[in-house]
């Protein structure tokens, strides 16, 4: 022990000595499988834990614990880094289908999360003790302040949803990032053809609106909305709202749906029922007002899916881009 003298007052504070068990305490732990949202982040967590790792190997190798407490990153906008994890309040939540529910997440005074176009964050969740990750993609505006809005779908089954069930209004919720994004630049692609399956609808309208908020960018867009129902179509007033735009415009594909005489008529001229298959998407891109950019985002079945329509109907690898 030793005392410390803080603020005029002495302190008796318990010191460790350099035993191996001492350090072996102060060994970071090697991430569970579970902790890794596997969206091929960088860093992922299994960096972060290699780069603290080698931290901790250096201070017990020069027996200075100091070197454990170096000060990590920071984002100066709202303090959202990639190597860790920054808690953010809940303050609205709207039930948009059955299962998916937009979230409002604050942030202090008129600050903004600093992303750039098409990047996600990753969420942390505890159930039942065990520590699991996932990746998101805010759908607001990147220049929004003071807030952020995230679409989730909530699976019966997914350990993440169960988490996600149990929010409150007020509680804070712990996010780290920015990872990804889309390369863009104002009028860099004629036209961009937008292929987006469920909640893989969310990195394409933060673009959508960074086209129409400025003036100056006249790039065409397309928008391919793929759901199961017209129920289950996300953001139906901000897609309406964006389709009012001179070079924006959406098509949906509703695979559950049987008769285009149930839908609103504004829906009608621009819905197909049914599966998006090759024949489809080739007859959708033959109407492209110019050379098409394909962006893709979806489950992983519908990636591969479009991957293969693409090529079929003769787009190269740099024609398109995942997220």
């Not at 504070?13 to 569970?32: A, F, G, N, R």
């Not at 069930?165 to 390369?183: I, T």
């Not at 003036?215 to 129902?229: I, K, M, P, S, Y």
């Amino acid at each position: 022990m030793r005392l410390w003298l803080h603020a005029g007052k002495y302190f008796i504070v318990q010191t460790m000595d350099d035993s191996e068990d001492d350090w072996q305490s102060l060994k970071p732990q090697e991430p569970l499988s579970s902790q890794c949202c596997g969206s091929g982040c960088k860093p992922c967590i299994y960096d972060v834990y290699q780069k603290e790792l080698e931290q901790w190997e250096e201070a017990k190798a020069k027996k200075d614990r100091s070197l454990l407490t170096k000060k990590k990153p920071q984002c100066k906008n709202s303090q959202l880094a990639p190597e860790i994890f920054t808690a953010f309040i809940i303050s609205s939540v709207d039930q948009l289908t059955e299962d998916t529910y937009q979230y409002k997440f604050e942030l202090p005074g008129s600050s903004s999360l600093g992303l750039s176009l098409g990047q996600h964050i990753v969420l942390r969740g505890l159930v039942n003790g065990l520590e699991i990750q996932r990746a998101y993609t805010p759908i607001t505006p990147v220049d929004a302040e003071g807030y952020f809005d995230v679409l989730i779908k909530c699976y019966e089954s997914g350990l993440m949803s169960q988490y996600v069930k149990s929010w409150k209004l007020g509680e804070a919720v712990f996010w780290r990032g920015p990872f990804g994004g889309f390369p863009y630049r104002p009028n860099q692609y004629g036209e961009l053809f937008m292929l987006a399956s469920g909640t893989g609808l969310a990195p394409m309208l933060p673009i959508i609106q960074h086209i129409t908020e400025n003036e100056n960018d006249e790039t065409f867009v397309t928008l391919v909305g793929c759901f199961r129902t017209f129920g289950n179509i996300y953001m139906k007033p901000l897609l309406q709202d964006q389709s009012q735009f001179w070079n924006i415009r959406t098509f949906y594909v509703l695979s559950q749906e049987h008769s285009l005489e149930n839908l609103p008529w504004s829906y009608q001229k621009n819905t197909h029922l049914g599966r998006i298959n090759e024949n489809m998407l080739r007859s959708m891109m033959n109407t492209c007002r110019r050379q098409p950019f394909v962006l893709i985002c979806g489950s992983v079945a519908f990636t591969d899916d479009m991957e293969r329509y693409l090529k079929a109907i003769g787009l190269q690898k740099d024609s398109y881009f995942v997220f």
